[in-house]
């Protein structure tokens, strides 16, 4: 291999992923249903909109503050502390090109190499990039349907060692849409101060929960503000994936290093996605609320149909996700999803592609309206069905 084809030792994909490959798939397919992706199907909210319009006109084309711009920040602490947060002053806040960047900044910054962090398994699958990125590496806890696939205290502690340097919770998760139930929370939390580890809590979907779910944000506790990083951001809640704004919080002492790997990074996030931000914080909630509701009934939906075609779950009470076994069919997760997406023509992803410790479950995300679901579903049971006749007959 000439020097040129030569890949850097941390890049670990050199070749198309399933999901590229799926994705190859479906551009050649007509009427495709996509219940693959994380993007929300749900517009911007106007007010949202019209707010980076107005941004634009003012001149909103040029640099911010590196940390983001003051009065963002600002309306970032007063909203982390009004939703139970943690008390952050401005200070401790880095407005970032969505949460996605944040995650890498928190890698790149906290870990050296051969430091452990702890994730669930599944879990979201740029962490492990990001964590081989830093050169560190990926100690990954499995979770199981039968639990809710909630991430333990007991199982982490049966992990550590002494390389041990960090927990990642993301809560609500992505893929398993399992909120973390705030009593477990607790317990990690006395683990991390035992055994003085960061953790990382990734808290972008806490403003999606259902059946009373409640979301217990980790640096509001006890001993936590100093050894908690907080991510969130405006993509999910808000619909604004594309306007690429996010933030980290977290204790000065560590923020300030941060803050020079994200200007590094991308200097600061869009100028115009910060205003946009901040009259999402400022403004009407009711769309939050709407959006809510809308993935709840979606995600009814499509549960009522997983238990018609005899397709286990843990009931999701937060995000818009639903992880459902698909073992049952004959098929491992990755070729179910082939075959769905080539004879159903609805796509959506396996869990080995969020470090699932096994090939049975499937990710399937609720971004397309009520009657879109439902045709999904039906298209879904067909194959299910067809499947499932195929394994009784080689069965007899």
Same mark, same amino acid.
């Given at each position: @291999?000439?020097?040129i &084809?030569?890949?850097?030792?941390r890049?670990?994909?050199?070749?198309?992923?399933?999901?590229?490959?799926?994705?190859d798939?479906?551009?050649?397919?007509?009427?495709?249903i996509?219940?693959?992706?994380?993007?929300p199907?749900l517009d911007?909210?106007?007010?949202?909109?019209e707010?980076?319009?107005?941004?634009?006109?003012?001149g909103?084309t040029?640099?911010?503050h590196? !940390?983001?711009?003051?009065?963002?920040?600002?309306?970032? *602490?007063?909203?982390i502390? *009004?939703?139970?947060g943690?008390? /952050?002053?401005?200070? &401790?806040?880095v407005?970032?090109s969505?949460?996605? &960047?944040? $995650?890498?900044?928190?890698?790149?910054?906290?870990?050296?190499?051969?430091?452990?962090?702890?994730?669930?398994?599944?879990? #979201?699958n740029s /962490?492990h990039? *990001?964590?081989?990125?830093?050169e560190?590496?990926?100690?990954a806890?499995?979770?199981?349907e039968?639990?809710?696939?909630?991430?333990?205290? &007991?199982?982490?502690?049966?992990?550590?060692t002494?390389?041990?340097?960090?927990? =990642?919770l993301?809560?609500?998760?992505?893929?398993?849409?399992?909120?973390?139930? %705030?009593?477990?929370?607790?317990? !990690?939390?006395?683990l *991390?101060v035992?055994?003085?580890?960061?953790?990382?809590?990734?808290?972008?979907y806490? +403003?999606?929960?259902?059946?009373?779910?409640?979301?217990?944000?980790v640096?509001? !506790?006890p001993? @936590?503000k100093?050894?908690?990083?907080?991510?969130?951001?405006?993509?999910?809640? #808000?619909?604004?994936?594309?306007?690429?704004?996010? #933030?980290?919080?977290?204790?000065?002492?560590?923020v300030?290093a941060?803050?020079?790997?994200h200007?590094?990074?991308?200097?600061?996030?869009?100028?115009?996605?910060?205003?946009?931000?901040l009259?999402?914080?400022?403004?009407?909630?009711?769309?939050?609320?709407a959006?809510?509701?809308?993935?709840?009934?979606?995600?009814?939906?499509?549960?009522?149909?997983?238990?018609?075609?005899?397709?286990?779950y843990a009931?999701?009470?937060?995000?818009? /996700?639903?992880y459902?076994?698909?073992?049952?069919?004959?098929?491992?997760?990755?070729?179910? =999803?082939?075959k769905?997406?080539?004879?159903?023509?609805? $796509? @959506?992803?396996?869990?080995?592609?969020?470090?699932?410790? =096994?090939?049975? /479950?499937?990710?399937i995300? !609720?971004?397309?309206?009520v %009657? +879109?679901?439902?045709?999904?579903?039906?298209?879904?049971a067909?194959?299910?069905?067809?499947?499932?006749?195929?394994?009784?007959t080689?069965?007899?």
């Amino acid at each position: @291999m000439s020097r040129i &084809e030569r890949f850097a030792k941390r890049v670990s994909i050199k070749e198309s992923s399933l999901r590229t490959r799926m994705l190859d798939i479906a551009a050649g397919l007509k009427d495709v249903i996509a219940l693959g992706r994380g993007d929300p199907d749900l517009d911007t909210p106007a007010h949202i909109i019209e707010a980076g319009q107005k941004a634009l006109g003012a001149g909103a084309t040029h640099y911010t503050h590196p !940390l983001g711009m003051p009065q963002l920040r600002e309306a970032i *602490a007063t909203s982390i502390k *009004a939703n139970g947060g943690g008390d /952050y002053t401005s200070d &401790e806040i880095v407005v970032t090109s969505g949460a996605q &960047e944040s $995650m890498f900044v928190a890698m790149l910054a906290l870990i050296d190499p051969d430091d452990e962090v702890i994730m669930p398994s599944p879990g #979201y699958n740029s /962490y492990h990039q *990001a964590v081989e990125l830093a050169e560190g590496k990926t100690v990954a806890v499995p979770t199981f349907e039968k639990d809710g696939f909630a991430l333990t205290a &007991e199982a982490v502690e049966k992990v550590l060692t002494p390389k041990s340097r960090m927990i =990642c919770l993301i809560n609500p998760s992505n893929p398993t849409g399992m909120v973390i139930p %705030p009593s477990e929370i607790e317990k !990690l939390a006395a683990l *991390a101060v035992k055994h003085d580890l960061i953790v990382i809590s990734d808290e972008i979907y806490a +403003r999606l929960v259902y059946d009373n779910a409640r979301v217990q944000p980790v640096a509001a !506790l006890p001993g @936590m503000k100093e050894r908690t990083i907080t991510i969130d951001g405006f993509s999910k809640a #808000y619909a604004m994936t594309g306007w690429r704004v996010g #933030y980290f919080a977290g204790p000065r002492t560590l923020v300030k290093a941060m803050a020079e790997i994200h200007h590094g990074l991308a200097i600061c996030a869009p100028a115009v996605s910060q205003h946009a931000a901040l009259a999402a914080l400022t403004g009407p909630q009711d769309s939050v609320e709407a959006a809510r509701r809308e993935y709840d009934s979606r995600r009814v939906v499509m549960m009522a149909a997983l238990d018609r075609m005899g397709l286990s779950y843990a009931k999701p009470n937060g995000a818009f /996700y639903v992880y459902a076994n698909v073992s049952s069919t004959g098929l491992s997760a990755s070729d179910f =999803c082939l075959k769905l997406l080539e004879e159903g023509r609805v $796509m @959506m992803f396996p869990g080995s592609l969020f470090g699932d410790h =096994c090939d049975d /479950y499937v990710r399937i995300s !609720l971004l397309q309206p009520v %009657p +879109r679901v439902e045709e999904a579903a039906r298209r879904m049971a067909s194959v299910v069905a067809g499947l499932k006749a195929q394994k009784l007959t080689k069965s007899a």
